[in-house]
């Protein structure tokens, strides 16, 4: 069955409905390549043919979920933190400071932690006892 039916947007809508040779149901809402109403209902009656002698569009597949990414530990993002402040050409003063944090204070604490494990609230307790 086509039904065609003016769009708010201008043009026509056609509406496709079959029932396949396996039993199942189809149908198909599209916007008409063609400006007329008489040029859509030809369109949908040819694409409702050709949906009966070829069957619909298959889905694809979903892709196959990958491996989750090892999330890396502060230790291993610190040398690119610091690699990335030295890139944006950050005053030697401001590079100095930033080793001297990290290597008294936050090394210490969190080298070994995952990333995604930390919150803000182990940034306020490393605030609290120093």
Do not use: C
């Not at 599209?30 to 949906?51: C, F, I, M, N, Y």
């Not at 890139?87 to 003063?93: D, I, M, T, Y």
């Amino acid at each position: 069955m086509v039904k065609v039916t003016p769009s708010k947007e201008g043009g026509f809508r056609v509406e496709i409905r079959i029932r396949l040779p396996d039993g199942s149901r189809h149908r198909e809402r599209v916007r008409s390549p063609v400006t007329s109403k008489s040029g859509s209902k030809a369109w949908g009656e040819a694409r409702e043919r050709h949906l009966l002698v070829h069957g619909p569009p298959r889905k694809k597949a979903p892709p196959a979920a990958s491996p989750a990414p090892a999330v890396q530990t502060f230790g291993e993002l610190w040398p690119s933190f610091l690699a990335n402040a030295q890139a944006n050409r950050q005053k030697a003063s401001t590079l100095a400071a930033k080793e001297m944090i990290g290597r008294k204070y936050l090394l210490p604490v969190f080298a070994a932690r995952r990333l995604d494990a930390m919150a803000n609230s182990d940034g306020a307790s490393l605030r609290a006892t120093v």
